[in-house]
């Protein structure tokens, strides 16, 4: 069970280090938001060698990388999988089953030219918009990949174009259709 997630700025030695020794479930090295554009290559070339010589003990180990609407994702991708102590990829803007297709068929190439078993490397989608929620499902059906559907919280927000509650009932709908989607998917 992932009960917490803790998120690591790429570009941040000091974080990436020692991430794994705070007790999480698990560890997402952010290559997306927690990334200035001017350091995007700075922190595919850190996480790819942390994820070659690190050391997380028993904490699951993912990335966020940027968005597939985005020139970087193919690149962030190429930077990881190598490492074969990937186990997985957290996609924001997740919203469309063609967007998951295309990054797992991007994978798939990738896992075959690096030796790493076909499927080994999980998606975790981050629904970032209406039309995401709207279509949970068939986000969650659309690869044998997919893990894990998610909302994307201070996204989903500004698409709603509402503002956060202290509550954070704004999102209530959104995380029970997740939900309600993900147990339909199995």
Same mark, same amino acid.
């Given at each position: 069970m992932r009960r917490t997630m803790l998120y690591l700025p790429g570009n941040n030695p000091n974080m990436l280090v020692r991430g794994h020794l705070f007790?999480? +479930?698990? !560890?997402?090295? +952010?290559? %997306? +938001?927690a990334v200035a554009l001017s350091e995007k290559d700075a922190a595919r070339i850190?996480? @790819? *060698? /942390?994820? #070659? $010589?690190g050391d997380f003990g028993s904490v699951e180990v993912t990335v966020r990388i940027n968005g597939a609407d985005t020139e970087f994702w193919k690149k962030d991708l190429e930077a990881i999988v190598p490492s074969k102590r990937l186990d997985g990829v957290r996609l924001p803007k997740a919203d469309s089953p063609q967007v998951i297709r295309d990054v797992d068929e991007e994978l798939s190439r990738l896992e075959d030219k690096y030796? !790493?078993?076909?499927?080994?490397? *999980?998606? /975790?989608c981050i629904l970032e918009t209406a039309y995401g929620i709207w279509h949970a499902y068939d986000v969650a059906t659309a690869s044998r990949r997919v893990t894990a559907i998610l909302p994307g919280g201070e996204d989903l927000v500004a698409d709603l174009k509402t503002s956060r509650t202290p509550e954070?009932? %704004?999102? %209530?709908? @959104? #995380? $029970?259709?997740?939900?309600i989607a993900a147990r339909a998917a199995g």
């Open positions: 007790g999480s +479930d698990g !560890i997402v090295m +952010d290559m %997306e +938001d850190m996480i @790819s *060698k /942390f994820l #070659r $010589r030796g !790493i078993a076909q499927g080994h490397i *999980k998606l /975790f954070g009932t %704004e999102l %209530e709908w @959104s #995380r $029970r259709m997740i939900v």
